[in-house]
T-cell receptor, first 110, second 115 residues
Framework: QKEVEQNSGPLSVPEGAIASLNCTYS??????FFWYRQYSGKSPELIMF????GDKEDGRFTAQLNKASQYVSLLIRDSQPSDSATYLC??????????FGGGTRLMVKP | DAGVIQSPRHEVTEMGQEVTLRCKPI?????LFWYRQTMMRGLELLIY????????DSGMPEDRFSAKMPNASFSTLKIQPSEPRDSAVYFC?????????????FGPGTRLTVL
């Protein structure tokens, strides 16, 4: 059973701070990793994906991947109240399937 | 593009009744996925199709669940008979291999309540 683990939170950060969201995965052969954001009552939407070890930046978001440690993280700089949502980590399996973690609820307080 | 369309948005039914959920993927997408989301189990993949052919249905919980994709623009997920434990939000998502297959676009979901 391939597993993707996330701390359920809530993770509370003040507005303007950096939010750090973490995810571990069990399948050492996994190659592609995704971060989705889900607002309450809405559907998940893709924020970014990463394939290679290291950092990938997109605006205020940075994804970090460490395959040796089987660890992927998402940093949100200058957090805004509008970033308050549940963040889902997903790992791509064979045949285009995604296995999702349970999600981390982020609360950004003004 | 209208995005992935799901219907109904909400469904309330009684135990034992048949439930049919519908999905129209984004035009041109060749992958279609059905997910179920609950507080206890999170977002789980039930089944996915490639070019209208079911590829992996290992996530389908039991024989009460069935899914079809008769053409590239329509899919159904049927539960017969429904049980209270089937209460969840069911999402349909689609993606395009031509687009790299990296992003799955989710529909708005169907919130199912089985009484």
């Amino acid at each position: 059973q391939k597993e993707v683990e996330q701390n359920s939170g809530p993770l509370s950060v003040p507005e303007g701070a950096i939010a750090s969201l973490n995810c571990t995965y069990s399948d050492r052969g996994s190659q592609s990793f995704f971060w989705y954001r889900q607002y309450s009552g809405k559907s998940p939407e893709l924020i970014m994906f990463i394939y290679s070890n290291g950092d990938k930046e997109d605006g205020r978001f940075t994804a970090q991947l460490n395959k040796a440690s089987q660890y992927v993280s998402l940093l949100i700089r200058d957090s805004q109240p509008s970033d308050s949502a549940t963040y889902l980590c997903a790992v791509k399996e064979a045949g285009n399937m995604l296995t999702f973690g349970g999600g981390t609820r982020l609360m950004v307080k003004p | 593009d209208a995005g992935v369309i799901q219907s109904p948005r909400h469904e309330v039914t009684e135990m034992g009744q048949e439930v049919t959920l519908r999905c129209k993927p984004i035009s041109g997408h060749d992958y279609l996925f059905w997910y179920r989301q609950t507080m206890m189990r999170g977002l789980e993949l039930l089944i996915y199709f490639n070019n209208n052919v079911p590829i992996d249905d290992s996530g389908m919980p039991e024989d009460r669940f069935s899914a079809k994709m008769p053409n590239a623009s329509f899919s159904t997920l049927k539960i017969q008979p429904s049980e209270p434990r089937d209460s969840a939000v069911y999402f349909c998502a689609s993606s395009s291999l031509a687009g790299g297959g990296n992003e799955q676009f989710f529909g708005p979901g169907t919130r199912l309540t089985v009484l």
